[in-house]
T-cell receptor, first 115, second 114 residues
Framework: DGGITQSPKYLFRKEGQNVTLSCEQN?????MYWYRQDPGQGLRLIYYSQIVNDFQKGDIAEGYSVSREKKESFPLTVTSAQKNPTAFYLC??????????????FGNGTRLTVT | AQSVTQLGSHVSVSEGALVLLRCNYSSSVPPYLFWYVQYPNQGLQLLLKYTSAATLVKGINGFEAEFKKSETSFHLTKPSAHMSDAAEYFC????????????FGKGTKLSVIP
């Protein structure tokens, strides 16, 4: 079955360390996204990529970095510059088309705790 | 800034009662509209989407939503709540066919009382 795999499900890090969250999809989607979820704040867009080797900042990109070397993969690095990294991180993908009603498909998320 | 508003961060209903979760968007041009559901520690699952083919959209798990342009609303309803409906629900909008981003509301947590 096609889908999006995020790993690991839970991640613990010490403050000051960079950490990379994995996101792989086998849906053959061109576009991929990273969202951050905090209680009561909904989902906020960190980065998105429409095509391999290209990506754009979302609303809260500071302290994060991404790469898109393969269509299937869109890893997110949370750097030590991110002031409040503890959160639930969601990866998503979608087709790229002429209509705007293509939904996002989500992975099951990674919960990052930094102490 | 264009946005989406979900009224009520928490809604409680009795099992068997009507579920109504509210969503309003903020554009004079109707956006593309979606409802998602999230169970604890999981990702988001698409419930339904508005495609402009019909103003009443039916989704999974017995949910439906009605697009009302005059009210800039896309409220989610279900005639009879089930215990398994307890989850968090998110309304999302995309403004313009050329935009890839979805803007999400802050979510409404639904509790179902036995």
């Amino acid at each position: 079955d096609g889908g999006i795999t995020q790993s690991p499900k839970y991640l613990f890090r010490k403050e000051g360390q960079n950490v990379t969250l994995s996101c792989e999809q086998n849906l053959n989607h061109d576009a991929m996204y990273w969202y951050r979820q905090d209680p009561g704040q909904g989902l906020r867009l960190i980065y998105y990529s429409q095509i391999v080797n290209d990506f754009q900042k979302g609303d809260i990109a500071e302290g994060y970095s991404v790469s898109r070397e393969k269509k299937e993969s869109f890893p997110l690095t949370v750097t030590s510059a991110q002031k409040n990294p503890t959160a639930f991180y969601l990866c998503a993908s979608s087709i790229v088309g002429s209509t705007g009603n293509s939904p996002l498909h989500f992975g099951n998320g990674t919960r990052l705790t930094v102490t | 800034a264009q946005s989406v508003t979900q009224l009520g961060s928490h809604v409680s209903v009795s099992e068997g009662a009507l579920v109504l979760l509210r969503c309003n968007y903020s554009s004079s041009v109707p956006p593309y509209l979606f409802w998602y559901v999230q169970y604890p520690n999981q990702g988001l699952q698409l419930l339904l989407k508005y495609t402009s083919a019909a103003t009443l959209v039916k989704g999974i798990n017995g949910f439906e939503a009605e697009f009302k342009k005059s009210e800039t609303s896309f409220h989610l309803t279900k005639p009879s709540a089930h215990m398994s409906d307890a989850a968090e629900y998110f309304c999302a909008v995309r403004y313009g066919a050329g935009s890839y981003q979805l803007t999400f509301g802050k979510g409404t947590k639904l509790s179902v009382i036995p």
